[in-house]
């Protein structure tokens, strides 16, 4: 371990994975992942002993069933309903409350993975995208004015404005990528005043899904990943245990100087070392 966190861990009875800078890194065209250490071994001890796990992402180009695959023939035991990306929650979102039609600013991959979630959408352009009753911003490294006019003449009607991420930057082989929904979504906030809600970690939202798919009491799951705004921030304020890596967007001495909303339980630099902490059965 890298940082004397000493917080007392609670026994373990599921676990929540970030994707890149945990297990893989992706390139920043998000066409090849390589694989990070200890990342197969690790699921695949899980996975033999029947405990609880589920990947999720704050990426939201593709849907599992497309995803899914590639991180397999890595060796990376992940079934595609082990596998979740924010347009996974903004489905559950989006249908609790009833939403009509959602106007998607996304690649093709988002409208596929939100029509199976169930949900009507409408690109900009098309016959009822400016009066929709929800606006969704995600992977959209395509978008161009026209999209961000639609979005916000949508908004401004009085659609509800959600992002799948509200982070500006992920880990890739290359260093640092640039989350294009925070972008987006802060363009649109920025013209009409609404600041989008996010549906992807950090939000209760994802971290009460992860509980859901899981059938595990949020207080019993232990969430790793490599972002202190993100996965951690999420494990802290719904109640889980954090476990940081070093092997993406943060060292250990950004980590060591993280407030204590973003501090983890425990740091790590390989997922190898996540056993000596006493967490898995």
């Known amino acids: 371990m890298t940082a004397p966190f000493t917080e007392s861990l609670r026994p373990a009875r599921g676990f929540m994975f970030d994707l890149d800078g945990t297990l893989i890194l992706s390139d920043k065209a998000l066409g090849g992942y390589q694989l990070l250490p200890g990342a197969v071994e690790l699921l695949t001890h899980l996975q033999d002993r029947d405990t609880p796990f589920l990947a999720l992402t704050n990426g939201s180009a593709y849907p599992a069933a497309q995803q899914g695959p590639r991180l397999r023939a890595l060796g990376l035991p992940i079934p595609d309903t082990h596998l979740f990306t924010p347009n996974s929650v903004a489905g559950h979102v989006f249908r609790e409350r009833g939403f009509g039609r959602v106007l998607v600013l996304g690649t093709q991959g988002v409208v596929d993975a939100l029509a199976g979630e169930g949900i009507a959408t409408v690109r900009p352009g ?22 961000i006019h639609a979005a916000c003449e949508a908004v401004l009607g009085g659609a509800g404005l959600f992002s799948a991420s509200d982070v500006p930057f992920f880990a890739s082989r290359s260093g640092r990528a640039f989350g294009y929904s925070c972008a987006i979504g802060g363009a649109i906030a920025r013209v009409t005043g609404q600041e989008p809600e996010v549906t992807g970690k950090p939000s209760l939202h994802a971290m009460h899904f992860v509980a859901a798919k899981l059938g595990v009491p949020v207080t019993d ?8 705004k993100v996965e951690t921030e999420m494990a802290r304020a719904g109640g889980a245990m954090g476990i ?38």
């Open 126 to 147: 098309e016959d009822g995208a400016t009066s929709a009753d929800a606006v969704y911003v995600a992977w959209h490294p395509e978008c161009g004015m026209a999209d």
């Open 221 to 228: 799951i232990v969430v790793v990943g490599d972002d202190p």
């Open 244 to 281: 940081g890596v070093t092997t993406g967007t943060t060292s250990a001495a950004e980590w060591a100087a993280q407030p204590d909303e973003r501090r983890p339980h425990r740091v790590i630099d390989n997922l190898a070392d996540l056993a000596a902490l006493g967490l898995l059965a």
